[in-house]
Nanobody, 119 residues
Framework: QVQLVESGGGLVQPGGSLRLSCVVSGTIFTVYTAGWYRQAPGKQRELVAGWNITGVTNYIDSVKGRFTISREVAKNTVSLQMNSLKPEDTAVYYC?????????????WGQGTQVTVST
């Protein structure tokens, strides 16, 4: 029943900004952790930003100071604000979240959204 759908990707010039949004729908219960991953052609998927229910966030070094992950509970979304984008940020970005309750939890993935940083 749970679905994650990413949006907000597109083509942007170096130095530009994009905001990705992941809408979580279905039987939600509680989102315990959420993360944004990316995968570029020929490279492994990597976690670029993570969030958990205690409010702790973490980022890979290459995006620190440029990307911000946030959880908007009222909107049932997990967002990734990306500033000062670089060509090496080009990838398919995926939202993932661990969702459930005390007796049942699972990790869910979105379909991905393409981010291209190029002139």
């Amino acid at each position: 029943q749970v679905q994650l759908v990413e949006s907000g990707g597109g083509l942007v010039q170096p130095g530009g900004s994009l905001r990705l949004s992941c809408v979580v729908s279905g039987t939600i219960f509680t989102v315990y952790t959420a993360g944004w991953y990316r995968q570029a052609p020929g490279k492994q998927r990597e976690l670029v930003a993570g969030w958990n229910i205690t409010g702790v966030t973490n980022y890979i070094d290459s995006v620190k100071g440029r990307f911000t992950i946030s959880r908007e509970v009222a909107k049932n979304t997990v967002s990734l604000q990306m500033n000062s984008l670089k060509p090496e940020d080009t990838a398919v970005y995926y939202c993932s979240a661990v969702i459930g309750n005390t007796w049942s939890r699972a990790e869910f993935w979105g379909q991905g959204t393409q981010v291209t940083v190029s002139t």
